[in-house]
């Protein structure tokens, strides 16, 4: 018996296997126990240089996700970036994908957590008002030109909108999400429900991502040019970034000019190294240095703010230095609250990230977690769940099918469920597989999953030891390295692809694309699954019933030449036998079409056998035997013989259930089949030529009873020519055997099956 594939690829597969060669069932669980005994020092060392890659690599992502696209404290990204990929290490199955927070469900987190806190005390309608507190009490007081400041101490969370906030996001409300989305991928993977994923279709996957790709993209603008904007849609965060450019940090500019430039230039570097197959130790590095490109400008950037910071410490701004920059006083000159007024901060001060409490957050149940606030979130779960699987799920077979080994989607599904409620007791927000660390992975030559253990490392001692070093990390600066990772998730080409191939792709594409940008994420996926589930319906009513004709050249049967000349190969066709392959399988929706295709075209030929063509039915409901039986009805009322074959063999049992082969009319047509369409074919044709050989006889008085072919009358002539046909496929009885179509012919399960 030839060995199984592995799991995890050839080196690091699966090795606990069941007689039958299948895996066990406690290794389908937990795979870790089917390749951790085969691991050695060599994957050991793949490992480790892949998780330090991937490590430098995720430092600075999940902080500019979190801070950027989430609208939750920077700290809350390296908190969602290690318990997942922990969990995962036990019970994943890819070698290469990598969980953590990702641009999308960052996205939408801050859409479905964000909407409760703009409800909460933390964000307030501020039209006419004159302040807004926090949780803790911090007060904040706006100018005369509209900015808000903060108190001395207090983190400054309301800017310069007359209308509710957005900027903020309820981090409760953002962890609780992280675990409703767990639970629902956990119980999907239970009870195998990761089908639902394929309603999800391309056009609206596409649709949605090109939609956020310029959500979160505008939702930088403000960062980049140091402004202060709340997240609203995207055309308002793009116009009042142009309105308060006057008011434009010259530093933010500067710093998101260079960091861009070398985000971009990094890449390159590393598309150019990796197409050499040798490489030298010199260009090793530079394949490091290109690959951890993130990593390498966030540092440039990080330095360029602490050496900008020891040069003038006053021109820091968004965050709280001891000894500069906090001394804050009253003035009476801007309402009867007054106003706190910065010292020395001025409009060309570097925006950085400021503070970051340093520590391991140890496990408890958040506050908070009552009925209200989970039904308020039960959308974005759903959102969660679904296109959180979706989106590891594809990576993961992708990189797979690079990889030449296999996953288990419904492993997939528990194992991203259990992360994601591991990760509810860490404070974390909703994670999955991230595309761009995957691929860093496997082109680090990972070995196992154990890379991310070593990953999951390098986030807690960032977290633990440099927490003081990132509070110098510049806005602008992680910006930026969203800026260009998002812009690659905009797919132009497929618009072009779909009119060239599907014009009524563009449909749920267009509809999920313009509703996640001006509407939501919820609506645009939702409204865009339902419009494609609409179309699929319409598919399956409307099916294409092809007539088919013999090519001389193969000998085999294939859909007639229409609208044009006949095709070389097209022998001509009988006018008195029709082939009709229906066109997929006869569910209620399709049975009135069936009947007026069958109809149309006996009313357009001379047609005196109709033989039809069930290869493309897998299954028929009790609509689509009804629409059969009326139609042979049909075409037994005007002598037509109806000739069927290649049924699957639940199609022929339910239409055997159905009595559909003991229809006749008064002559004694009656309906046939056989399992193979030449024979079928040979079939209809030589009763035709009998048919006309008798002169005016009808189909029926030619046809009489033969011994072993129930409901299958056909006269001697034809039955002597069945016996001939029949003898050198090793029996004559065998097209007669309606009981059992699967052992009617040696090649039967090629033609059922």
């Given amino acids: 018996m030839a060995e199984q594939e592995p799991l995890l690829g050839e080196e690091g597969g699966m090795v606990k296997e069941n007689p ?51 609208g939750l404290p920077v700290q809350y990204g390296l908190w969602s970036a290690y318990i997942g990929v922990f969990v995962y290490f036990f019970f994943g199955t890819s070698k290469d994908i990598t969980l953590g927070p990702t641009a999308i469900m960052s996205l939408i987190t ?204 006053d021109d820091i701004c968004n965050a709280v230095l001891p000894g500069h920059n906090t001394t804050m006083y009253m003035s009476p000159d801007f ?113 196992t999953p154990a890379s991310g253990i070593v990953t999951g490392v390098i986030v807690l001692i960032a977290m633990q030891f440099i927490t003081g070093i990132m509070k110098y990390i510049p806005s602008a600066a992680l910006s930026s390295i969203i800026i260009v990772s998002v812009l690659k998730m905009f797919n132009w080409r497929i618009v072009l692809k779909m009119w060239k191939v599907s014009k009524l792709d563009l449909i749920p594409w267009a509809c999920s694309f313009f509703l996640c940008v001006l509407v939501g994420i919820e609506y645009g996926v939702g409204i865009g699954m339902g419009i494609n589930v609409v179309i699929l319906l319409y598919k399956t009513a409307r099916p294409a019933h092809e007539i088919l004709v013999a090519d001389s050249k193969t000998g085999t049967y294939r859909p007639k030449v229409t609208g044009g000349s006949q095709s070389i190969y097209e022998m001509p066709e009988s006018q008195r036998v029709t082939i009709m392959r229906i066109g997929s399988s006869l569910f209620y929706s399709a049975g009135n079409h069936f009947k007026d295709a ?47 074959c290649q049924m699957k063999t639940p199609v022929y049992n339910t239409l055997d259930t159905a009595h559909f082969w003991d229809q006749s009319d008064d002559d004694g047509v009656q309906v046939m089949y056989f399992p193979m369409l030449p024979e079928a074919v040979s079939t209809a044709e030589d009763l035709v030529a009998e048919y006309e050989d008798g002169g005016t006889e009808t189909l029926g008085s030619l046809q009489s009873h033969t011994s072993g072919s129930r409901g299958r009358p056909m006269s001697r002539k034809m039955s002597s020519l069945l016996d001939a046909k029949m003898s050198g496929m090793g029996g004559s009885s065998a097209v007669y055997n309606l009981t059992d179509p699967v052992a009617a012919s040696p090649d039967s399960n090629a033609a059922i099956n």
């Fill in 20 to 70: 039958r060669g299948n895996p066990s069932f406690l290794v389908q669980k937990v795979p870790v126990i089917g390749w951790l005994p085969k691991y050695n020092l060599q994957k050991l060392q793949a490992d480790c240089v892949a998780g330090v890659t991937v490590g430098l690599m995720t430092v600075p992502q999940v902080l500019a996700y979190a801070k950027s696209i989430a």
């Fill in 110 to 313: 801050h859409n479905s957590a964000g909407q409760l806190a703009n409800n909460d005390k933390l964000c307030v309608d501020i039209l006419n008002s004159t302040k807004c507190a926090d949780t803790t009490g911090c007060q904040y007081f706006h100018t005369n030109d509209h900015d808000w400041i903060k108190a001395d101490g207090c983190h400054a969370v309301c800017y310069s909108q007359d209308v509710k906030l957005k900027e903020c996001t309820d981090a409760n409300a953002a962890t609780i999400l992280c675990l409703l989305g767990g639970v629902l991928n956990f119980l999907m993977g239970v009870f195998n429900f990761g089908f639902i994923v394929d309603f999800i279709s391309y056009p609206v996957i596409s649709g949605f991502t090109s939609a956020a790709s310029i959500t979160i993209a505008t939702g930088q603008l403000h960062h980049l040019f140091g402004v202060k904007n709340s997240k609203r849609a995207w055309t308002v965060e793009v116009h009042d970034t142009i309105m308060n450019l006057p008011k434009a940090h010259v530093p933010d500019i500067l710093m998101s000019v260079c960091c861009i430039a070398l985000t971009v230039a990094l890449e390159q570097l590393k598309k150019k190294m990796n197409k050499i197959p040798n490489r030298t130790p010199l260009q090793n590095v530079l394949w490091f240095i290109g690959t951890a490109g993130n990593f390498m400008t966030i540092l440039a950037g990080t330095i360029a703010a602490y050496i900008w910071h020891q040069a003038a410490p």
């Fill in 335 to 447: 309402g009867p609250l007054g106003a706190v007024k910065p010292t020395t901060v001025t409009s060309d001060c570097l925006t950085i990230t400021g503070t970051i409490p340093p520590g391991i957050p140890a496990p408890e149940i958040p506050p908070g977690m009552d009925g209200s606030r989970v039904s308020s979130l039960a959308s974005g779960a759903i959102l969660v769940a679904l296109i959180g699987y979706l989106e590891s799920i594809a990576i993961a077979k992708a990189f797979a099918r690079q990889n030449n080994y296999e996953v288990q989607p419904t492993q997939e599904l528990i194992a991203i469920g259990l992360a994601n409620i591991a990760n509810f007791f860490f404070r974390a927000y909703p994670a999955t597989g991230s595309f761009s660390r995957t691929a860093v992975n496997s082109a680090s030559g990972v070995a």
């Fill in 598 to 644: 069958v109809r149309e075209e006996l009313s357009s030929s001379e047609c005196k056998v109709l033989v039809l063509d069930f290869s493309a039915v897998a299954s028929i409901d009790f609509s689509g035997v009804q629409a059969l039986l009326e139609t042979a009805d049909d075409c037994l009322k005007q002598d037509v013989a109806v000739v069927c």
